[in-house]
């Protein structure tokens, strides 16, 4: 059974700094992999995704993940964070023509001043 | 390009009373998708559509709880009796096939008194 590891409850990051959410899955062959962002008490908006080719993915609002298969991660990155990017960040992961998403519990973004 | 709607965006009950939630897809989108999401998790699985047929439920997907899309456009989940473990956002997703990205709802807020 496929599963995603976001080991970081909460980030805090100042306006401006860098950004790296890490997510690590569990899959026994490649999988489709995706960042997902959620506003509070809203649904979910997909930032990005990757299906294969590139390892380095670009999405939408200045976001980028990059797939390593040797450690089975997608980590999701942002050169200048915005305070707007404070929301909840999901990972998941999908098998090849999937039907069905498995969720990482998210990372919780706070930016400070 | 009108996204993904879902109707109530929230919803009290008491206990042991019926609550039925719709969702309409992206129009064209044969795949339709409902997750249920608690505090401090990700989203979970429940059952996907395509077209009109049912073609998986998850084991969360108790006897109280039914889904349907009868024309292969909107969809409608009931809960009977609930229960206030029911008490969670229910999300509504829809992708234009297997293998492709889901596109979120804002989803429905349950509350069982």
């Known amino acids: 059974a496929q599963s995603v590891t976001q080991p970081d409850i909460h980030i805090t990051v100042s306006e401006g700094a860098s950004l790296e959410l890490r997510c690590n899955y569990s899959?026994?062959?490649?999988?489709?992999l995706f960042w997902y962002v959620q506003s509070p008490g809203q649904g979910l908006q997909l930032l990005l995704k990757?299906?294969?080719?590139?390892?380095l993915v670009q999405g939408i609002k200045g976001f980028e993940a990059e797939f390593k298969r040797s450690q089975s991660s997608f980590n999701l990155r942002k050169p200048s964070v915005h305070w707007s990017d404070a929301a909840e960040y999901f990972c998941a992961v999908g098998a090849p023509g999937y039907s069905t998403l498995t969720f990482g519990k998210g990372t919780m973004l706070l930016v400070s001043p | 390009d009108t996204g993904v709607s879902q109707d109530p965006r929230h919803k009290i009950t008491k206990r042991g009373q019926n609550v039925t939630f719709r969702c309409d897809p992206i129009?064209?989108?044969?795949?339709l998708y409902w997750y249920r999401q608690t505090l401090g998790q990700g989203p979970e699985f429940l059952t996907y559509f395509q077209n009109e047929a049912q073609l998986e439920k998850s084991r969360l997907l108790s006897d109280r709880f039914s889904a349907e899309r009868p024309k292969g456009s909107f969809s409608t989940l009931e809960i009977q009796r609930t229960e206030q473990g029911d008490s969670a956002m229910y999300l509504c997703?829809?992708?234009?096939?297997?293998?492709?990205?889901?596109?979120f709802g804002p989803g429905t807020r349950l509350l069982v008194l």
């Open positions: 997703a829809s992708s234009p096939g297997g293998g492709s990205a889901q596109y």
């Open positions: 129009s064209e989108h044969n795949r």
């Open positions: 899959y026994g062959a490649t999988p489709y």
């Open positions: 990757y299906f294969s080719g590139d390892t």
